[in-house]
């Protein structure tokens, strides 16, 4: 390894955004979730209908998706350090229960709802795992 060259930052730059490296995998992740959030802040009254969602529960998620998919998209326009991208993975997580938690016990939602729901908690959930074999492939700095 050259002595400039970083464990999480491969030597060329148009690498450092594959999705397979950290760096690609957040940045993915930020714009699935930014998009998502700002499709919800933007059609929160049609998709609330379609999914059996209230607009207001669309609008409060569509700001905090949005909110995060930046912060995921500026952790990604850096050398992320490994307790980041910990936490990244984690709330992913947490997202995943939560979803499945609200489609079990807190909502009814639309038959549309309910395959929507479990859809984006298993993409997130791919993020989780992609977020963490990357961050091990990395050697990231702990």
Do not use: E, K
């Not at 714009?31 to 059609?43: P, Q, R």
């Not at 059996?52 to 998209?73: A, E, I």
Request: glycine share 10%; with cysteine; proline share 8%.
């Amino acid at each position: 390894m050259r002595a400039n060259a970083h464990p999480v930052t491969p030597a060329r730059p148009a690498a450092a955004f594959s999705p397979w490296t950290v760096r690609g995998v957040l940045a993915l992740d930020a714009v699935v979730t930014a998009g998502n959030g700002l499709a919800y802040l933007a059609f929160a009254g049609p998709l609330g209908g379609l999914l059996g969602v209230g607009r207001p529960t669309l609008l409060v998620l569509g700001l905090l998706l949005t909110c995060h998919g930046l912060v995921l998209g500026a952790l990604a326009a850096r050398r992320p350090p490994r307790p980041a991208v910990l936490a990244v993975a984690g709330i992913n997580a947490g997202w995943v229960l939560l979803s499945l938690v609200a489609l079990a016990v807190r909502f009814a939602p639309t038959a549309s709802g309910t395959v929507w729901v479990p859809v984006q908690a298993a993409a997130v959930a791919l993020f989780v795992v992609l977020q963490l074999a990357a961050l091990r492939r990395s050697g990231a700095r702990r």
